[in-house]
């Protein structure tokens, strides 16, 4: 039970995260959303470390597991976060939400491939509903734009192409990294995941710190 209430939180503050980012593309470039949300998300997690009292064990990861969550913050916090942040700017949530939401087939396929976990049928009948609900409502609301007796020129002009392509990247990539820090935790097994956390994000912060070394 206690999984179920941390995935459903995870999903409210994703869907939140989902809005309010929108919001910050619309005038802003992706490049610097990205600069600020990624040290701030290292600063956080570094507090919570400091809070929970992990802060010993960030020396104490095994190798194997550092380098799992190295990538793990790399795939998750810039290459998932930049495709998705992109396909919002490009097409909105409410078209970019339903596409990035396949990471679970994703995660799931890898699980089954490298984790040789057990996929049910009631699993398979839940991820079929909630993907299924997910593009009605996107059918749903592309069909209200398109409503006769709406005259006026819509503000926003999605571009469709290159925004799903995006879209299936940040899919790829948060679908992918679940698995990178599973591997991390089968290595580092009874350490903190606050401190987990803080080691992907600083392998991410580092590394997008490279891309804002470019001029301009």
Known sequence: MLGIAYAALGAFTFSLNNVTMRRGVVTGSVLQGMALTVPIGGISFLLMTIGFGELGELLVFPTAAMMWLAAQGIVHFV???YCNYKSNQLMGVNLSAPVVQLQIVVAMVWAILTLHEIFTVLQMIGSVLMLGGSFVTQRNADDARKAPGSNAEPAFRPQIVSG?????????????????????????????????GCIAYASATLFFALILAKPG
């Open 164 to 196: 799903y392509l995006f879209a299936l990247g940040a899919a790829l990539g948060y679908g992918t990294s679940p698995l990178m820090a599973r591997e991390a935790f089968l290595a580092a097994h009874g350490l903190g995941t606050a401190a987990g």
């Open 79 to 81: 290459f998932g976060r």
